[in-house]
Structure formats: C-alpha cells, structure tokens
C-alpha cells in the first residue's frame, strides 16, 4: 500500500518538484550509517563507534581468556567480562541507530514541510 501511495505522489509532481523532493525512497542501511557521521553529533558518533569497536574486542578477549580458565572462580570473572562488555556495545549500539532513526525521521519531517510550502506557494499563486 505505501509504494502504491509513493508511486501516486510521484506522478502527481511536476518534474521541478520531482527534483527538489528527491527519488522518494528510503535509504540504505550503509547509507544511513554513513551520514550519521555528518551534523553536530559527528564526534559523539565517532567515539561511539571507536567504543563499540573496543568493547567488541574486549568481549571476545574476555571469551578466550573464559575458555581456557583453570578454575570456576576465574571462569566467572571473565564471563561477567563477557556480559558487561557485551551490554556495553548493544547498549552504544541502540542508541546509534537511534540517532540514524531521529534523521531519518527529521528528514521526512523537512519534507513534509517543503511540501506544504510548495503547496502553500501554488495556492497564493
């Protein structure tokens, strides 16, 4: 239903309007994660990314160090490593996408707002 209401949208644009709102569609994953390194929030971003990536590496540290463990009491303390470190990334992850989602969102907001200008414009004129 949406691509059918997308597809309506499209061919009831003029060809200048066409332009300015742009191909209509959602954007990639990759595409997403790339240009949530733009704007305000780029060094944030890239210091949860440089966290991720350290957590990742000290999860799986944590998981070699567990597995060759002598004794249970040591086994417990690497595998609490494990969970704190895997709670860590999921956690910088979560809020990663949701930063990817709140641009998305902004961005469909602007062009909503670019549409009813147009509209507005067409009206007056």
Do not use: P
Not at 97 to 122: C, G, P, S, Y
């Amino acid at each position: 239903m949406t691509d059918d209401l997308d597809r309506k949208i499209q061919q009831a644009l003029s060809a200048d309007d066409a332009e300015l709102f742009g191909e209509g569609g959602e954007m990639g994953l990759f595409e997403m994660m790339l240009g949530s390194f733009k704007g305000r929030l780029r060094g944030w971003m890239i210091y949860a990314m440089v966290m991720t990536l350290i957590f990742t590496v000290v999860m799986f540290f944590c998981i070699w160090k567990a597995y060759f463990a002598d004794d249970t009491d040591t086994r417990l303390l690497w595998l609490f490593g494990v969970m704190f470190s895997g709670a860590a990334t999921a956690m910088l992850k979560m809020w990663w996408f949701m930063q990817m989602d709140k641009h998305n969102i902004l961005r469909e907001i602007k062009r909503v707002e670019l549409q009813i200008a147009t509209l507005a414009k067409r009206l007056q004129g």
